[in-house]
């Protein structure tokens, strides 16, 4: 089955440290992206790539890295630079193609700061 | 710049009762408009979306929304709901002129009761 896979489902990160979250897609998208989601405020944008080797900061993306190797893949880097990164992160990828490209999610991975 | 407002935080209604979840935006330039469901600790799934035509857009478990204009809502409505459909709900707007950025607003949680 195609779809969006994020590992792992929940994550525990000593203050400090640098943590990375996996997402993987077999939809051939071209376009991923990573969402924060905390609660109350809906999700918001961190990075988002449109193709192989170059990506874009989103609105928050103070504290984040990525990088895209490769088309089915968006890993994101939650750095110790990052002051609350307890959260709810949601990969998402879609096409990119005539004037409207719907983006689909993963299961999302939970980080929480001991 | 565009931003979404969704005034409810919390609805809570009795199962088989009708409910409607409210959703106003900003926006400068004409925007595609959608709204999603997120059950707890999952992603996000599409529930509905309008993109042109028809102002009542229907989607997926009996919803339908209707895009005001004159307005700017989007309100997402459900004659009968059921106890499955409890989950948060989101509405989020694109600019029609770069749909990668979605815009969320801060979700509401539909609450059913027996």
């Known amino acids: 089955d195609g779809g969006i896979t994020q590992s792992p489902k929940y994550l525990f990160r000593k203050e400090g440290q640098n943590v990375t979250l996996s997402c993987e897609q077999n939809?051939?998208?071209?376009?991923m992206y990573w969402y924060r989601q905390d609660p109350g405020q809906g999700l918001r944008l961190i990075y988002y790539s449109q193709i192989v080797n170059d990506f874009q900061k989103g609105d928050i993306a103070e504290g984040y890295s990525v990088s895209r190797e490769k088309k089915e893949s968006f890993p994101l880097t939650v750095t110790s630079a990052q002051k609350n990164p307890t959260a709810f992160y949601l990969c998402?990828?879609?096409?990119?193609?005539?004037?409207?490209?719907?983006?689909?999610f993963g299961p999302g991975t939970r980080l929480t700061v001991l | 710049a565009q931003s979404v407002t969704q005034l409810d935080s919390q609805v809570p209604v009795f199962e088989e009762a009708p409910v409607e979840l409210r959703c106003n935006y900003s926006s400068s330039v004409s925007v595609y408009l959608f709204w999603y469901v997120q059950y707890p600790n999952q992603g996000l799934q599409l529930l509905l979306k309008?993109?042109?035509?028809?102002?009542l857009v229907k989607g997926i478990n009996g919803f339908e929304a209707e895009f005001n204009k004159s307005q700017t809502s989007f309100h997402l409505r459900k004659p009968s709901v059921h106890i499955s459909d409890t989950a948060e709900y989101f509405c989020?707007?694109?600019?029609?002129?770069?749909?990668?950025?979605?815009?969320f607003g801060s979700g509401t949680r539909l609450l059913v009761r027996p």
């Open positions: 998402a990828s879609s096409m990119i193609q005539g004037y409207y490209n719907e983006q689909f």
């Open positions: 309008y993109l042109s035509g028809s102002t």
């Open positions: 989020a707007v694109t600019p029609v002129d770069s749909s990668y950025k979605l815009i």
């Open positions: 939809l051939n998208h071209d376009a």
